[in-house]
């Protein structure tokens, strides 16, 4: 699966980007929520759309609440799966946002992989046929 990863702090995107490319995803990387916008309209543009967004709560310039706004008012985005992954103990507001599931940090890589799964199943369930958008499920 396309999975774009948005977090500001470098370190912890790159670990976040290295559980989901060993369990077979293809990740692309947007230090906050602008660049994240930017991204997902130029691999959607390019043919190879996103199809699941990992983000942080707490970003500079459009933080992970707007993100999720913006992609579920946005006619090309709103059916992506949104994993939001925060320190923060507040887990309805991501929830009113749109994001299909939060997972606290601190997470260990299991934790990553099992929230980034049961996100493709919401979206199977959402749209059991697909509608046009194939999920490259590793294995």
């Known amino acids: ?3 774009l990863v948005v977090d500001d702090d470098p370190d912890l995107g ?5 559980f989901l490319v060993r369990a077979g995803h293809r990740v692309v990387l947007a230090a906050d929520g602008l660049e994240a916008l930017a991204l997902l309209d130029q ?4 043919g ?3 199809e699941l967004v990992v983000l942080d709560w707490t ?3 459009l933080d992970g609440i707007g993100l999720c706004r913006a992609v579920r008012a946005h006619p ?5 799966g ?7 103990a507040d887990l309805t507001t991501p929830t009113a946002a749109g994001a299909d599931a939060v997972l606290a940090k601190p997470f260990t890589g299991a934790r990553l992989l099992a929230a980034v799964d049961g996100v493709a199943e ?3 369930r959402r749209d059991p046929l697909g509608g046009g958008r194939t999920l490259d499920l590793p294995g």
């Not at 790159?14 to 290295?18: A, D, I, M």
């Not at 090309?76 to 992506?80: D, E, K, M, S, V």
Request: with cysteine; glycine share 4%; aromatic share 0%.
């Open 59 to 61: 970003m500079p310039r």
């Open 82 to 88: 949104l994993l939001m992954v925060t320190a923060l």
């Open 122 to 124: 919401t979206m199977r």
């Open 14 to 18: 790159l670990l976040v980007e290295l």
């Open 1 to 3: 699966m396309r999975v």
């Open 48 to 50: 190879d759309a996103v």
């Open 43 to 46: 691999c959607a543009i390019s």
């Open 76 to 80: 090309r985005h709103h059916g992506l």
